[in-house]
């Protein structure tokens, strides 16, 4: 009995250690999976931001090309100094891209723009990305409208340091409201669209985290152009 008591001295310290050792593992991988959830979660979050911030710029550009103010702040584009929105008629249109836009390196001015060609996302190209968003070529939020950022509660909509933020540029085609060949076409006839400008907009909205961002595009046809 004395040599079997002795044998068993100190084989508890042992599976007290391994019990510990168990535990801390344990406890390891609880807080890794804790903090992996919460990557996970704030990621979301982040993308969720940006996306409304970009339905946000697109709404912004659709009162823009309406020439709609949200503010009580004048609307920008009735100065002379700002690039108004092409006219409805053929020639004029056609002076405003060849003499206007097709002068500019980016064929943007004031965040209207010219039918891009060739590649169209502009956004995973860091030096045309970064013409496209500097002064007078991409628009803020607001910026032609007289929304203000700090009413919709959304962070990015206000950043507008260098190159964070959000912005969105408009695209500016004809269309042929003949009935044939047209950019769009009616879903419940054969005509085209009653409308003979066609606007493409592209927003932008970059996250407050590096890697989220979120591109929007859609397309706008209007019956008329405002004021006329």
């Known amino acids: 009995m004395k040599n079997a008591r002795k044998n068993q001295r100190g084989i508890a310290l042992y599976v007290i250690i391994v019990l510990v050792l168990l535990t801390m593992l344990l406890a390891l991988w609880a807080s890794r999976t804790a903090i992996f959830n919460e990557l996970i979660v704030g990621n ?9 911030a970009a339905q946000a710029m697109l709404e912004d550009a659709k009162t823009d090309i309406m020439m709609q103010t949200n503010g009580a702040s ?3 584009r009735v100065d002379n100094a700002k690039t108004l929105f092409p006219p409805d008629d053929d020639a004029a249109f056609d002076n405003f891209i060849d003499g206007t836009l097709e002068s500019q390196t980016t064929k943007c ?11 169209q996302d502009f956004w ?4 045309i990305f970064n013409n496209m968003v500097a002064t007078d070529v991409g628009a803020r939020y607001g910026q032609y409208t007289g929304a203000t950022a700090g009413t919709t509660g959304n962070p990015i909509l206000a950043d507008t340091s260098a190159g964070r933020g959000a912005w969105y540029w408009i695209e500016v085609m004809k269309n042929n409201p003949s009935g044939t060949g047209g950019l769009l076409t009616n879903a419940t006839s054969a005509g085209a669209v009653n409308a ?4 493409r907009i592209t927003a932008i909205a970059r ?6 961002q979120v591109v929007l595009q859609t397309t706008a046809a209007f019956p008329a152009i405002a004021g006329e």
């Open 44 to 52: 979301d979050a982040d993308y969720q931001r940006a996306y409304e």
């Open 74 to 76: 004048p609307y920008p």
């Open 109 to 119: 001015l004031h965040a209207i723009c010219e039918k891009i060609t060739g590649a």
């Open 124 to 127: 995973n190209d860091s030096t």
């Open 196 to 199: 003979k400008l066609i606007y």
């Open 207 to 212: 996250g407050l985290k590096p890697a989220s």
